[in-house]
């Protein structure tokens, strides 16, 4: 019976540690937990650390899959950091390229998860990393289909501004 005593607070403080401690290697943050629960699938490094790699290429979130088919139809996107817009792409390697190329443009179909006033454009102020380069672009009428060309090649940090609304994001311009 002295063995039974000493096992089972051992065996509580074992899952106490373990309770406490959790899995290893790190945790995602509030945004990625939630954007996780939103149906969006997307690479937490891409969207918060950068553009150090290629967009993920998964289904979008549940409410930017208006007339999509299938529905649930993988594509290349990166999602606000804030969760209020989406930058669908239409190319899932190097979808977009300073200068632009002559055979394809740069498209971004921009889609809000909160409603937005039309015609209220979205105002793009796009920084680009480790310079001080700076560009601005309008899409008339706010988020929705667009031509985003920016003056160089690298990694921009683009600030979202649409009806009130912002967020921001990171996109790669390749060569």
Not at 8 to 13: D, K, S, Y
Not at 42 to 51: D, E, K, M, N, V
Not at 54 to 75: C, E, I, N
Request: with cysteine; charged share 10%; proline share 12%.
């Amino acid at each position: 019976m002295r063995h039974g005593v000493v096992f089972v607070p051992l065996a509580l403080a074992a899952l106490f540690v373990a309770a406490c401690t959790g899995p290893a290697g790190p945790q995602p943050s509030a945004a990625q937990a939630s954007a996780a629960q939103a149906g969006t699938a997307h690479a937490g490094a891409f969207t918060s650390g950068g553009c150090a790699g290629q967009p993920p290429v998964s289904p979008l979130p549940v409410w930017a899959r208006s007339g999509f088919t299938p529905a649930d139809l993988a594509m290349p996107h990166v999602m606000g950091e804030a969760g209020n817009i989406v930058a669908i792409l239409w190319a899932p390697r190097d979808a977009l390229h300073s200068p632009p190329l002559q055979d394809r443009s740069n498209k971004i179909l921009w889609v809000s998860r909160i409603p937005f006033v039309a015609p209220n454009p979205l105002i793009i102020k796009a920084t680009l990393a480790g310079s001080t380069r700076t560009a601005t672009v309008s899409v008339p009428g706010g988020p929705g289909p667009s031509t985003v060309d920016l003056p160089a090649p690298g990694c921009w940090t683009l600030h979202l501004n649409w009806s009130g609304h912002t967020d921001e994001l990171k996109l790669r311009y390749v060569a």
